[in-house]
T-cell receptor
Framework: GENVEQHPSTLSVQEGDSAVIKCTYS??????FPWYKQELGKRPQLIID?????GEKKDQRIAVTLNKTAKHFSLHITETQPEDSAVYFC????????FGPGTSLSVIP | DTGVSQDPRHKITKRGQNVTFRCDPI?????LYWYRQTLGQGPEFLTY????????KSRLLSDRFSAERPKGSFSTLEIQRTEQGDSAMYLC?????????????FGPGTRLTVT
């Protein structure tokens, strides 16, 4: 069945360092790969997404890369700030998306 | 507020009772999704609609769960004969999609506690 794996489950970085979260997916028909940020007690919010006709996308300090052959994609956050601390979810799919289990990111001031 | 809204925000019920949740999507959005989220996990797909048509329901979803979107606007999710394992946050999301998926906007969720 459809499955999305995500690593690491927790990540702690010093302020100003980079953070990388990696995901793999099983459904080769997937063509849409969003990343959501969820702060404690809040709803998930989209931070960046990529489609399968693009290998990399960047938005200020956030970038996502996609390797369709290997069925994996990654989120890169540079120059991390304390307000980046949250749980990050990757997702993959076509008409619907399947979410990964999440990565809890802590940015230490 | 023109975002996705859900009602109620919290629901406590006794095991065996039926509960119904409502989701009002962003008005021009044609797709509506229901998810369940437990602590420390990602949103788990339950079902989704395109306009009033229910296009897919998770194979893992019990027959006790049913959802409707009768006029292609708001949606309801009903859980019959609730069990303690149904305790979770139920999230609704909507999107404006053509072919394939697109950005989903989530509601605040309904937190269900089954005692």
């Amino acid at each position: 069945g459809e499955n999305v794996e995500q690593h690491p489950s927790t990540l702690s970085v010093q302020e100003g360092d980079s953070a990388v979260i990696k995901c793999t997916y099983s459904d080769s028909a997937s063509n849409y790969f969003p990343w959501y940020k969820q702060e404690l007690g809040k709803r998930p919010q989209l931070i960046i997404d990529i489609r399968s006709n693009v290998g990399e996308k960047k938005d200020q300090r956030i970038a996502v890369t996609l390797n369709k052959t290997a069925k994996h994609f990654s989120l890169h956050i540079t120059e991390t700030q304390p307000e980046d601390s949250a749980v990050y979810f990757c997702a993959a799919g076509y008409d619907k998306v399947i979410f990964g289990p999440g990565t809890s990111l802590s940015v230490i001031p | 507020d023109t975002g996705v809204s859900q009602d109620p925000r919290h629901k406590i019920t006794k095991r065996g009772q039926n509960v119904t949740f409502r989701c009002d999507p962003i008005s021009e959005h044609n797709r509506l999704y229901w998810y369940r989220q437990t602590l420390g996990q990602g949103p788990e797909f339950l079902t989704y609609f395109q306009n009033e048509a229910q296009l897919e329901k998770s194979r893992l979803l019990s027959d006790r769960f049913s959802a409707e979107r009768p006029k292609g606007s708001f949606s309801t999710l009903e859980i019959q004969r609730t069990e303690q394992g149904d305790s979770a946050m139920y999230l609704c999301a909507s999107s404006l999609a053509g072919t394939g998926a697109s950005e989903q906007y989530f509601g605040p969720g309904t937190r269900l506690t089954v005692t």
